[in-house]
């Protein structure tokens, strides 16, 4: 979906209260992989810090990824907190006690809101091409993904993560996708 698209389909997607717009409204405000945000875990998750630790052990990367946490994200994450069962470790629980909601569940949530042509991975799409659009710089917008850039020897000496400086990037994502940019949007790039 394009980005410029995205805000109207969130517009949609919040009027929705099933466990699978919950879930894809996470992760496009979050740029996370399904995979991530379905097995998200609330010990991985830093309400007071505004922050989400997902294991190296779920990333492609096989690396710990931070990824920090808009208003609007925390604020979903408040909800999901309220409404949680007792002892339930994932975020977006599934219908089946101990178990995380279906790898199905976003991409039907799609369907439903007659956006069936569009992937949800696309949405990591929209958001790199966003920051493309708004002046991220390249190591920035890949970082803000978890993708790994440049080769062994620059990946053996870049070892921050660069969380401080994804999270205005990841703010402005989420007011572009909640409606509340306005076009006012600050380049990134450093002078």
């Given at each position: 979906m ?5 805000p ?13 717009a919950?879930a894809l ?9 399904s995979s ?11 309400l007071?810090?505004?922050r989400?630790?997902n ?21 979903l ?6 409404s ?11 219908a089946r006690?101990g ?6 569940a976003m991409?039907?949530q ?5 956006a069936?042509?569009?992937t949800?991975?696309?949405?990591r799409?929209?958001?790199r091409d966003?920051?493309?659009d ?8 890949e970082?803000c ?6 080769n062994?020897a620059?990946?053996?000496y870049?070892?921050s993560?660069?969380?401080e400086r ?14 509340e ?11």
């Amino acid at each position: 979906m394009p980005y410029r698209d995205v805000p109207a389909f969130m517009a949609k997607l919040k009027r929705v209260s099933a466990p699978g717009a919950k879930a894809l409204r996470f992760l496009i405000l979050t740029a996370a992989r399904s995979s991530e945000v379905f097995e998200a875990r609330w010990e991985e998750i830093d309400l007071d810090a505004k922050r989400w630790t997902n294991p190296g052990s779920r990333m492609k990367t096989k690396l710990e990824h931070i990824v920090p946490l808009s208003d609007a994200a925390v604020d979903l994450l408040q909800g999901q907190l309220a409404s949680r069962r007792r002892n339930q470790a994932f975020v977006f629980p599934g219908a089946r006690p101990g178990r995380p909601l279906s790898n199905m569940a976003m991409a039907m949530q799609l369907r439903r809101l007659g956006a069936g042509e569009y992937t949800v991975h696309g949405f990591r799409s929209a958001a790199r091409d966003w920051m493309a659009d708004h002046g991220v710089e390249f190591q920035l917008a890949e970082a803000c993904l978890a993708h790994k850039i440049g080769n062994a020897a620059s990946q053996a000496y870049l070892r921050s993560t660069m969380v401080e400086r994804r999270r205005p990037i990841m703010a402005q994502w989420a007011a572009h996708v909640e409606g509340e940019s306005g076009g006012n949007v600050i380049p990134m790039r450093r002078g």
